[in-house]
């Protein structure tokens, strides 16, 4: 990896990280990202992906959890930066700008657009004899590492990858969460087989949807100002303005 690109991996890298409330500071002069949590060291992140950091600096929980979720924004940061560096480029009828063809497949592709904000990711469908785009989805980049995660899903059911009754939405995913914690920490016995199921789907949902703690208070809050209304129904009570 040259200099330039170590430059445009560290700069979406910290794009990524900062969506996600960790503070990057500048560059070291050993070459290392540092990356900061709380106002506290966290760990520093090397130019090939590796993940360092000092055991006191990730003693709890807490701590542990966010240097996970800093190393798989790591990797699939270096996933995609380093496509984005080999790609060629995406020419079509019409289309201008700097577009890498990531992926193409039964004539829907996938698109890496770099701006100054970040990555953006676009799929399109090829048209007249695969001389135009049409109908384009597009992905970020203001949503962070979600807009790679996004148009990876968005590629594989629009080219027919995979069917899109396979895919959970994140919507679908939250809800199926909540449901698998409703169960976990209800009263009702369960098998330990079935618990060990049930956490490591949990578990797996927790790393496919980024803001997963946001759209859980979301839904919880919905669902108490429902039942709310329900009870202020039930009991007669009429609200004034």
Request: hydrophobic share 30%.
């Given at each position: 990896?040259?200099?330039?690109?170590?430059?445009?991996?560290?700069?979406?890298?910290?794009?990524?990280?900062?969506?996600?409330?960790?503070?990057?500071?500048?560059?070291?002069?050993?070459?290392?990202?540092?990356?900061?949590?709380?106002?506290?060291?966290?760990?520093?992140?090397?130019?090939?992906?590796?993940?360092?950091?000092?055991?006191?600096?990730?003693?709890?929980?807490?701590?542990?959890?966010?240097?996970?979720?800093?190393?798989?924004?790591?990797?699939?940061?270096?996933?995609?930066?380093?496509?984005?560096?080999?790609?060629?480029?995406?020419?079509?009828?019409g289309l201008t700008?700097?577009?890498?063809?990531?992926?193409?497949?039964?004539?829907?592709?996938?698109?890496?657009?770099?701006?100054?904000?970040?990555?953006q990711f676009v799929?399109?469908?090829?048209?007249?004899?695969?001389?135009?785009?049409?109908?384009?989805?597009?992905?970020?980049?203001?949503?962070?590492?979600?807009?790679?995660?996004?148009?990876?899903?968005?590629?594989?059911?629009?080219?027919?990858?995979?069917?899109?009754?396979?895919?959970?939405?994140?919507?679908?995913?939250?809800?199926?969460?909540?449901?698998?914690?409703?169960?976990?920490?209800?009263?009702?016995?369960?098998?330990?087989?079935?618990?060990?199921?049930?956490?490591?789907?949990?578990?797996?949902?927790?790393?496919?949807?980024?803001?997963?703690?946001?759209?859980?208070?979301?839904?919880?809050?919905?669902?108490?100002?429902?039942?709310?209304?329900?009870?202020?129904?039930?009991?007669?009570?009429?609200?004034?303005?």
């Amino acid at each position: 990896m040259n200099t330039d690109e170590k430059n445009r991996y560290f700069q979406e890298l910290a794009h990524n990280l900062q969506h996600e409330g960790f503070t990057v500071k500048p560059e070291t002069e050993d070459g290392l990202l540092p990356v900061d949590l709380d106002g506290q060291r966290l760990c520093q992140i090397t130019e090939t992906s590796g993940v360092r950091y000092w055991k006191e600096d990730v003693a709890s929980d807490s701590r542990q959890e966010a240097l996970d979720r800093v190393t798989a924004i790591t990797k699939s940061t270096a996933e995609y930066m380093r496509q984005m560096e080999t790609a060629p480029q995406l020419t079509a009828s019409g289309l201008t700008g700097d577009y890498r063809l990531l992926a193409d497949f039964n004539n829907v592709v996938l698109a890496g657009h770099p701006t100054r904000y970040g990555v953006q990711f676009v799929t399109w469908e090829r048209v007249r004899e695969r001389t135009a785009l049409h109908q384009g989805h597009y992905h970020g980049p203001d949503i962070g590492l979600e807009s790679y995660t996004a148009a990876k899903r968005d590629f594989a059911a629009r080219s027919g990858l995979v069917p899109r009754s396979a895919l959970f939405t994140p919507e679908q995913m939250t809800e199926i969460y909540r449901c698998i914690h409703e169960t976990l920490d209800g009263n009702c016995p369960i098998t330990e087989e079935r618990q060990k199921c049930l956490e490591s789907t949990a578990e797996q949902i927790e790393h496919s949807v980024p803001d997963l703690d946001e759209r859980v208070a979301l839904s919880n809050g919905k669902e108490l100002e429902y039942a709310d209304a329900l009870f202020a129904e039930s009991n007669g009570m009429q609200f004034g303005i």
